[in-house]
């Protein structure tokens, strides 16, 4: 009876859990090309112009560098693009990442994250916890 007062106690407490969302970030799949599209913006909300020129750097979880201030193209329309090939989408896991920008006497940093997966989806935490509860309920011998 005590091992149920404890399965019943972790079901309920885990169950609010699963309202915690989690930000998503961009999501590559392995392997694969993808453009990696950083929109540009002054702090005044008006975008970047055809003349801007932006850097990207991007760093492993380890820390060091995949991509190191390679040039972006300007799309003309406030966003700058680099090209990510099959080799730069290859090694699973998470990626962060650093743009600067400079346009005229305006200049900036911004910040983003990604990952690679080896499909380009992301478990949910909701169908990870399905997955757990499941598991838990078939394989749990209920003992009086």
Same mark, same amino acid.
């Given at each position: ?40 913006? !002054? ?7 055809? %003349?801007?020129?932006? #850097?990207?750097?991007?760093?492993? +979880?380890?820390? /060091? @560098? ?39 006497? !305006? ?7 990604? %990952?690679?997966?080896? #499909?380009?989806?992301?478990?949910? +935490?909701?169908? /990870? @916890? ?15």
């Amino acid at each position: 009876m005590n091992n149920n007062k404890y399965f019943l106690t972790f079901l309920i407490v885990s169950l609010f859990l699963i309202g915690v969302s989690q930000v998503s970030a961009t999501i590559y799949e392995q392997s694969t090309d993808a453009d990696l599209i950083i929109p540009c913006a !002054y702090s005044t909300g008006e975008i970047c112009s055809t %003349s801007g020129v932006c #850097n990207v750097s991007i760093q492993y +979880n380890n820390g /060091s @560098y995949l991509v190191d201030f390679l040039p972006m193209v300007n799309m003309d329309n406030g966003d700058f693009k680099y090209v990510l090939d099959e080799n730069d989408t290859a090694v699973l896991g998470d990626y962060n990442g650093k743009v600067y920008c400079i346009d005229g006497s !305006y200049n900036g940093t911004g910040f983003f994250t990604y %990952s690679v997966t080896t #499909n380009g989806n992301r478990i949910t +935490n909701s169908r /990870s @916890y399905c997955f757990i509860y499941n598991h838990i309920l078939n394989n749990h011998r209920w003992v009086d």
